[in-house]
Structures are given as structure tokens and as C-alpha cells.
């Protein structure tokens, strides 16, 4: 029997989101039903809605959760009903370039549900990042859902599904940031204030958060950074210089999405660092660059697409830290909310009052 769940819905443009009945179908060959328990309320969401990522309206939006899952089709493997998962927005084909080049986290054709949620009159969803899981349950392709330590509450658990693995993997897998390391992080939302934990876990020396907002600030001191920028108060580029004896980051981290940000990141870098963009630039977005300078300092300029994560190896890993006490999942879980209050989670993020807004299904 298929499902009638409760779904956040994008209808068009820039218009509040809805809550409304969606039809999830059973699973099919390769599919599995998670009963969605929490999702953490994203940037990107918000994207959507405001229809800078496609125009493929209307969207079920929701992509940081864990849950159960209910239910799985033929040949379904990785999952069986009962197991708790983080849904993942990367399940590597196997088989596209990529993939058959040893390079599963830059996976060309990610696996989806084949099958379309709808609402009721039959009109399909798009799926937010091909998860949509503002709702009481969503159909995924079975490689998508990653079984974890059912010991992790869901509200923390859902985070690593994008955000958080986003910001750690930009920092540890993108960026390689190692001991010793000094690292700026540009914008310490969500994913920003996990790639300063991440640098801090591994041990980079000094950990320097940017950010326009005071609460980000004291949020990232939190984390493990070392030193705070106030980019309201100071350049950022002179500041990160200051506190890296002149020179500049070894890596810097852009995680706001915005071509100035970039050009700031571009310019904190030591000679032969790396700036590692995560921040999702809207389409419009362009940026100039003096090609001497590109040239002359050497290093890499990356863009980090969900932190190079290998969900199935890295899930686990940042849940076992969490357990263990090393990885604070729960300071990104600022406030919990229930489904039909995504539109006030979004409000708080634009004021810029919450890490993440955690819906609890
Ligand atoms: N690459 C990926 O795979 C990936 C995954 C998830 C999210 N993202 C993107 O990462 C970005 C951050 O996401 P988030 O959820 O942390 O959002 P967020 O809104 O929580 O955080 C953005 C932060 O940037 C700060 N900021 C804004 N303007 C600034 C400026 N000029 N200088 C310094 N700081 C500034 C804000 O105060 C805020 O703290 C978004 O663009 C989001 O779409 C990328
Ligand atoms: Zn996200
Ligand atoms: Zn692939």
C-alpha cells in the first residue's frame, strides 16, 4: 500500500511553503521508504524556494534527516526495514566516469528514487537535492539511505545528511586541512561553524571564523575557533593576514556563497594555499580574478560539492565521533520545530538567530 503523508511543499517562486497531502508510492526495484523522524532546515532549501536552483516547481523540500526506514523494493541490499539511517543526497552509481575512475564522492549520475512522489491531483514533486524530507515519509533510492549508530538522537543525527558533512568534508576531505594548519572560515552558518570544528578536531593551529553576525562568532569560539573576525568591524583579509603573522591561511573556506566572499577568500590565502568554496553562488553571480595573481600564488582554488563526501564511509564516522563526544552535533541543533513551521525556521535563518531549526516529525 502506497502513502498519504503530510509533505512541505515549494509551489512557486518566492511563495510561502504549504503543508500538503502527498502520495509516496511503495518502493520500487532499488527504493526504499524511510519514516522520516527529523530534517534540519537548510540554505538550500530556501534556495529552492526562492527558485534559485532549478524552475522544476513544485518542490518537496527537506534534505538533512534520518529516520527508519519503513519499507524496501527488489533488490534492495544496503537497507533492510527496521535499520536507522541518514538520507544522503550523493549514492554513487558505480558506473558513471567518475565512479569507474576510483572517484565515488564526484559520482556523475547519483542515484535517485526512479519513482515520483505527487500530490494529490497527480502532479509530480522534484524532490530537494533528490530527497524531500519535510514529511512524514519520502521514497529514496535505497544506495541514498546510510545506516548509523541508532544512539544518535535524530535531531543531531539528520545534520551530517548535509550541512555538517558539507562544512567537515570541505574542510578535511577538500581541503585536507591538517595539524598544524592555520584555516579561516568565511561564513560560519551551518556549514561553516562544521568546518571549523572539523579543522579543530584535527588540529590546525589556529582556526579563524569570519562572519557578519556576532552570535555566529561566539557560536564558532564553541566549535574550537581560535580567533573571530567580525566582518562588520574589520577587513577580513587584512584581520586573517594579522593573525597569520602577515601571510595569509593555509586553506580558506568560503561558506556563504557570494562572488565578494570569494574575492575575500582568494586574498586571505598564504602563497600555495587552497581556497575551498562550499558556499552555493546564485546563477547570476560572476566574479573577475587578476590572472597574475591566480598565477603568482600558486595553491588550488576548489569547489567542494557536499564536502567530497562518501556518505556510506563518512556518516558513520562523524556519528561515531558525535557518540564519543568529540563531534558537537548538538550545538548545530538550535531549535526544534514541528512540519508546519518551516516558513518560521527559514525567517530565523535570514535574521541569522539559529544554526539549524530542526524539524521533529
Ligand atoms: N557545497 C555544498 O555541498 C553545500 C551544502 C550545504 C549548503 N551549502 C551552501 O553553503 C552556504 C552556507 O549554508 P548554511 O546552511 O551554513 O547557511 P547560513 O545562512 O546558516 O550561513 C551563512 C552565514 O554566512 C554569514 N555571512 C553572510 N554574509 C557574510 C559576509 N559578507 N561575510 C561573512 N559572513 C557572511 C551569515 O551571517 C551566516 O552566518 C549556502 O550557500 C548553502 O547553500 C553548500
Ligand atoms: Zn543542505
Ligand atoms: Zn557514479
Known amino acids: ?28 526495484p532499488g527504493e526504499a521508504v524511510v519514516a522520516v523522524a527529523a530534517c534540519g532546515v537548510c ?33 534492495v541490499a544496503n537497507v533492510a526495514p527496521g535499520d536507522y539511517v541518514v538520507l544522503a543526497w550523493r549514492a554513487p552509481c558505480g558506473t558513471c566516469r567518475s565512479c569507474r575512475r576510483g572517484r565515488p564522492w564526484y559520482c556523475f549520475d547519483s542515484a535517485n528514487a526512479a519513482q515520483p512522489m505527487t500530490l494529490g491531483d497527480g502532479t509530480p514533486l522534484t524532490t530537494a537535492l533528490g530527497i524531500g524530507a519535510f514529511a512524514e515519509r519520502t521514497l529514496v533510492a535505497a544506495g541514498q539511505a546510510v545506516k548509523v549508530d541508532r544512539a544518535a538522537r535524530p535531531e543531531a543525527a539528520g545534520l551530517v545528511g548535509c550541512g555538517v558533512m558539507a562544512g567537515f568534508g570541505a574542510a578535511l576531505n577538500t581541503g585536507q586541512v591538517a595539524r598544524g594548519d592555520s584555516v579561516a572560515v568565511i561564513g560560519c552558518g551551518g556549514v561553516g561553524a562544521a568546518a571549523v570544528a ?3 578536531l584535527v588540529g590546525a593551529r589556529r582556526v579563524i571564523a569570519v562572519d557578519v553576525d556576532p552570535r555566529k562568532l561566539e557560536w564558532a569560539l564553541g566549535f574550537g575557533a581560535t580567533h573571530t573576525v567580525d566582518a562588520t568591524e574589520a577587513d577580513p583579509v587584512e584581520a586573517i593576514r594579522e593573525l597569520t603573522d602577515g601571510f595569509g591561511a593555509d586553506v580558506v573556506i568560503e561558506a556563504v556563497g557570494r562572488p565578494e566572499t570569494y574575492r575575500q577568500a582568494f586574498d586571505a590565502r598564504d602563497l600555495a594555499g587552497t581556497l575551498v568554496q562550499v558556499g552555493v553562488p546564485d546563477p547570476t553571480m560572476t566574479i573577475e580574478l587578476p590572472l597574475i595573481e591566480l598565477f603568482g600564488r600558486g595553491g588550488a582554488l576548489k569547489s567542494s560539492w557536499y564536502g567530497d563526501c562518501l556518505p556510506s564511509r563518512d556518516f558513520p564516522v562523524l556519528i561515531d565521533l558525535y557518540l564519543r563526544g568529540r563531534f558537537d552535533l548538538d550545538g548545530f541543533v538550535t531549535e526544534t520545530l514541528a512540519l508546519d513551521e518551516v516558513e518560521q525556521a527559514f525567517d530565523k535563518m535570514g535574521r541569522g538567530e539559529v544554526l539549524r531549526s530542526v524539524i521533529v516529525l
Not at 3 to 25: I, L, M, N, Q, S
Not at 55 to 68: K, N, Q, S, V, W
Open 1 to 28: 500500500m502506497a502513502y498519504e503523508v503530510r509533505g512541505v511543499v515549494a509551489r512557486e517562486k518566492g511563495a510561502p511553503v504549504t503543508v500538503e497531502t502527498v502520495h509516496v508510492p511503495d518502493p520500487g
Open 43 to 75: 540554505h538550500t532549501d530556501l534556495h529552492y524556494r526562492e527558485g534559485a536552483i532549478t524552475d522544476d516547481f513544485p518542490f518537496l523540500l527537506g534534505h538533512e534527516a534520518a529516520g527508519t526506514v519503513e519499507a524496501v523494493g527488489e533488490g
Open 198 to 200: 572539523a579543522s579543530a
